[in-house]
């Protein structure tokens, strides 16, 4: 397993921008599929957006697409998440995820997990 550490939440106004980042140990990053969940409380685990061990393949939920946009820089072992035009409708707890598999996973099913980092969009 990796280390997964998030950065990069904080307090929004709606129709705003963040720019999460997800920072991952270890010297086999480009061999892990990544993604991002959200989570609200009382809530399941939501699936946002995952990116392929190359990055050449992603894949998004149909309520962020179009808005977010996640990315690797695998001489960095990070993962990005631009939000961009946030609605009222995603503050939640965001978490970067790892898995070291070939394609894209849109599930729970993956190996390692962040902390979280908390996004707050105000109206």
């Known amino acids: 397993q990796v280390q997964l550490v998030e950065s990069g939440g904080g307090l929004v106004q709606a129709g705003g921008s963040l720019r999460l980042s997800c920072t991952v140990s270890g010297r086999t990053f480009s061999s892990y599929a990544m993604a991002w969940f959200r989570q609200v409380p009382g809530k399941e685990r939501e699936f946002v957006a995952a990116?392929?061990?190359?990055?050449?393949?992603?894949y998004y939920a149909d309520s962020v697409k179009g808005r977010f946009t996640i990315a690797r820089g695998n001489a960095k072992n990070t993962v990005y998440l631009q939000m961009n035009s946030l609605k009222p409708e995603d503050p939640a707890a965001y978490y970067c995820?790892?898995?070291?598999?070939?394609?894209?996973?849109?599930?729970?099913?993956?190996?390692?997990w962040g902390q979280g980092t908390q996004v707050t969009v105000s109206s």
């Open positions: 990116i392929s061990r190359s990055g050449r393949s992603t």
């Open positions: 995820a790892a898995r070291n598999t070939l394609g894209v996973l849109t599930t729970t099913n993956y190996d390692s």
